[in-house]
């Protein structure tokens, strides 16, 4: 079972604002990292720790944490955001890397 | 360019022992806090890290897969190998290497991934 759990779907209008969450108790101590999967194929790093985003990855991806949980916000989402989407970091003896459980966001 | 592409067998039998082969350009292992991860996905599942081998050699494992699982490093050949022992139908996966870097600010970040390997075990 993973350390880190997230919804496991999301839906959001073209357009809106959508959050994704990742909750875990190592994520008081470390920062979360996003990946973005779509069907068939390999993911993607889309944002980590600071609002830090691979080149081609747009501004509309930010990240904010409290406490226990990490949130993965996009603002305006649009057709080509729905994917799967899933957090990273490491479990609370700060050795290992686990992944949350993903989360399926639909765009309407 | 950064590129990494994973090879082995597509069958492997129940308690076979599987060997994925990791192969990498655009970067070097000797480059601190540059590393190699290998992460599995099961058909519809979640990912799931499974071991990491950093610049300097040190290895780490999935709790779970530990007893199982070893990873190595040939950087001459600029390939990473992971075996893992034992074999089972629940092993069935797509199994991805990915570059991973360490940052004191950031943890560690999966910045680049191969295709992707899927690997079925069944008789």
């Known amino acids: 079972s993973s350390e880190l759990t997230q919804d496991p779907a999301v839906s959001v209008a073209l357009g809106q604002t959508v959050r994704i969450t990742c909750q875990g108790d190592s994520l008081r101590s470390y920062y979360a990292t996003w990946y973005q999967q779509k069907p068939g194929q390999a993911p993607v790093l889309v944002i980590y720790?600071?609002?830090n985003r691979p080149s081609g990855i747009p501004d509309r991806f930010s990240v904010s944490n409290a406490g226990n949980t990490a949130s993965l916000t996009i603002t305006g989402a649009q057709a080509e955001d729905e994917a799967d989407y899933y957090c990273n970091s490491r479990d609370s003896s700060g050795n290992q890397l686990v992944f949350g459980g993903g989360t399926k966001l639909t765009v309407l | 360019q950064v590129t990494l592409r994973e090879s082995g067998p597509a069958l492997v039998k129940p308690t076979q022992t599987l060997t994925l082969t990791c192969t990498f350009s655009g970067f070097s292992l000797n480059t601190n806090d540059i590393c190699v991860s290998w992460i599995r996905q099961p058909p519809g599942k979640a990912l799931e890290w499974l071991a990491r081998?950093?610049?300097?050699?040190?290895?780490y494992y999935s709790t779970s897969l530990k007893t199982r699982l070893t990873i190595s490093k040939d950087t001459s050949k600029n390939q990473v190998v992971l075996t893992m022992t034992n074999m089972d139908p629940v092993d069935t996966a797509t199994y991805y290497c990915?570059?991973?870097?360490?940052?004191?600010?950031?943890?560690?970040?999966?910045?680049?991934w191969g295709q992707g390997a899927l690997v079925t075990v069944s008789s």
């Open positions: 081998i950093d610049w300097d050699d040190d290895k």
């Open positions: 990915a570059r991973t870097r360490r940052g004191y600010s950031f943890g560690f970040v999966f910045d680049y």
């Open positions: 720790a600071g609002n």
